[in-house]
């Protein structure tokens, strides 16, 4: 069985990342988009990261430009955009589908180990969140409307 760290995605910088290179932390892995009325989430996820990232919680965004076409532009303008207007410095990956035929392996595998509501397994908006411990399992899937502040409870339990 499938676990994170069996999958590899590219950064925003175009190079390698491998889940395993990291086994034994927890991660919360969201799809972003800047146009999105809840990019503010972007500076949440931020305070998030300054609060657990010595204690090992990996934050990973995938900019994502299927909903709304909400996240336009090139991996290097969205990289610029979200460090100079909401000041990231947790991991951005490479824009992804997550989403249908063109989905990332890695969001098949997330959608079909936590389906959303009634069971389904697409992604309904941007900042769908996953939450996963530190055995490369998922924990819990959060919509877009659970705002990353209210995540520290289930991210403490995994620390």
């Not at 969201?30 to 998030?48: D, I, M, P, S, Y």
């Not at 090992?56 to 709304?68: R, T, V």
């Not at 610029?80 to 490479?94: A, G, K, P, W």
């Not at 877009?144 to 289930?154: E, F, N, Q, V």
């Amino acid at each position: 069985m499938p676990s994170l760290y069996d999958f590899e995605a590219k950064t925003i910088q175009d190079q390698v990342f491998r889940f395993a290179d990291f086994k034994g932390q927890p991660f919360l892995i969201v799809n972003t988009a800047r146009k999105c009325g809840f990019a503010g989430q972007l500076n949440e996820l931020e305070v998030l990261h300054q609060s657990y990232k010595n204690q090992g919680l990996m934050i990973i965004a995938f900019p994502c430009n299927q909903f709304g076409s909400q996240e336009p532009g090139s991996n290097e303008e969205i990289a610029q955009q979200c460090e100079m207007s909401f000041h990231t410095t947790f991991q951005m990956m490479s824009k992804i589908d997550v989403n249908g035929a063109t989905a990332h392996p890695l969001y098949q595998w997330l959608t079909n180990e936590a389906p959303g509501l009634l069971g389904s397994e697409a992604i309904k908006w941007n900042f769908t969140k996953f939450l996963v411990d530190k055995s490369g399992k998922v924990v819990e899937r959060f919509s877009s409307m659970h705002a990353p502040d209210k995540l520290r409870t289930p991210i403490e339990k995994l620390l």
